[in-house]
């Protein structure tokens, strides 16, 4: 355990933060928390992104604690890194699962792996050890710029994603396989504009000829499917902004789906984790598409 935490109290406590902030949200003004286009968490020693519940959890960690930047690393992993965590810093927790070793499988061959919290600190919550200049230090990266405009753009087409500028809303018809958006004009900003987009093609990704999600099948036909396909495509695009540096926009369309989800996180904080861990392998998929 990290300080008597345990993973269901991570859990937990993610989703029930997260679904107060949906009941005490402006509908008109609600954007997730992590839309800021500053990058995912990313663990400073290692250089490795973490994954599934663990970004949503520390995305939140640092909007409701102020933290500004995107690299965490654990106590001890600072101190490698020549920085001290401050004086009364509290940490922000995230879960792992533990896997037996090939040693504890052969001695008890029905154990089984377990998740268990662990602890970590922005690096906003922390202090170079010595003056001398020897700490690691927070690489710079820059957000909306024309150049991640254009990384945007070139992501999206590289996907081979339909992509249509008619509609007067945005959605995703799995009919005909297609992303209908408004003109480019018609938002309030170019980032507005690629934020939505990232969204739409998240669910486009969940189609039966790709992901195949459950919730993404059950859409038109189940309320509840419905809110939860939203609520990975919004996770989903959060995942796509901060890796390519998009800075989200609040969309009217939100008020309707906010009462669902904190409904939906309220009841079941289980359902929070899995909308995430889908979100990340849309995410994961899309980058792979992309990649390819």
Not at 200 to 214: F, K, M, P, S, V
Not at 232 to 242: D, F, N, Q, R, Y
Request: glycine share 8%.
């Amino acid at each position: 355990m990290a300080n008597g935490m345990k993973a269901n109290d991570v859990r937990d406590m993610v989703a029930g933060t997260l679904a107060k902030l949906m009941d005490e949200a402006d509908p008109k003004a609600w954007v997730m928390p992590w839309f800021n286009g500053s990058g995912l968490p990313t663990n400073a020693k290692t250089g490795n992104q973490y994954h599934g519940g663990n970004v949503w959890s520390l995305l939140l960690g640092a909007d409701v604690a102020g933290h500004s930047s995107q690299y965490w690393a654990t106590y001890r992993q600072w101190a490698d890194l020549g920085r001290q965590v401050s004086k009364g810093e509290k940490a922000t927790y995230g879960v792992k699962w533990v896997f037996p070793t090939e040693e504890e499988k052969a001695k008890d061959p029905n154990k089984r792996a377990f998740p268990k919290a662990f602890a970590v600190h922005n690096f906003s919550q922390s202090e170079p050890l010595t003056d001398d200049g020897t700490a690691w230090t927070e690489p710079i990266k820059e957000t909306g710029t024309a150049e991640t405009i254009a990384t945007a753009e070139a992501y999206v087409v590289a996907t081979n994603a339909v992509v249509k500028l008619d509609a007067n809303r945005a959605y995703y018809n799995p009919t005909d396989d297609a992303i209908s958006l408004p003109a480019l004009e018609s938002f309030r900003s170019t980032e507005g504009y690629y934020g939505t987009l990232l969204h739409e093609l998240t669910h486009w990704a969940g189609n039966a000829r790709r992901l195949a999600r459950d919730c993404a099948r059950d859409y038109h036909n189940d309320k509840q499917a419905r809110a939860r396909e939203e609520l990975v495509a919004e996770l989903g695009a959060a995942m796509l902004c901060g890796t390519l540096g998009i800075t989200q926009e609040p969309r009217e369309d939100h008020a309707q789906y906010l009462k669902s989800w904190s409904a939906l996180l309220a009841n079941d904080s289980g359902a929070f984790w899995t909308a995430a861990a889908l979100a990340d392998k849309s995410s994961v998929y899309l980058d792979g598409m992309v990649a390819g």
